[in-house]
């Protein structure tokens, strides 16, 4: 099993900033490529960015390239979503998933762990 925990939601003007941390404990070797999705009330769940654990490499959605940035930091075991140039339309719910994938994967259905969610909400 992997545990997820994300923080650093809020509340912010359009065009501040946030960074979305999210911490993974358990079977760290099963999480091979780790994500950022997004919902609002009525929608579906909507991938954000990725990265792969090993290499770093990164993966992002067309409506946040330029604008979003993930990251990891193996020793503290933390991905991370820095959010810069904030829209309104970028309210939601994001969540913090995992996968045992190793490969570039963007369906909700790829992933095999996820987070409780934090709430960010962007004020125009």
């Known amino acids: 099993q992997v545990q997820l925990v994300e923080s650093g939601g809020g509340l912010v003007q359009a065009g501040g900033s946030l960074r979305l941390s999210c911490a993974a404990s358990g079977r760290t070797f099963s999480r091979n490529v780790m994500g950022w999705f997004r919902q609002t009330a009525g929608k579906e769940r909507e991938f954000v960015a990725g990265?792969?654990?090993?290499?770093?490499?990164?993966f992002y959605a067309d409506s946040v390239k330029g604008r979003f940035t993930i990251s990891r930091d193996y020793s503290k075991n933390t991905v991370y979503l820095q959010m810069n140039s904030l829209k309104p339309e970028d309210t939601a719910v994001y969540y913090c998933a995992a996968t045992t994938l190793k490969q570039v994967a963007v369906r909700r259905d790829e992933y095999n762990y996820w987070g409780q969610g934090t709430q960010v909400t962007v004020s125009s």
């Open positions: 990265i792969s654990w090993s290499i770093g490499s990164t």
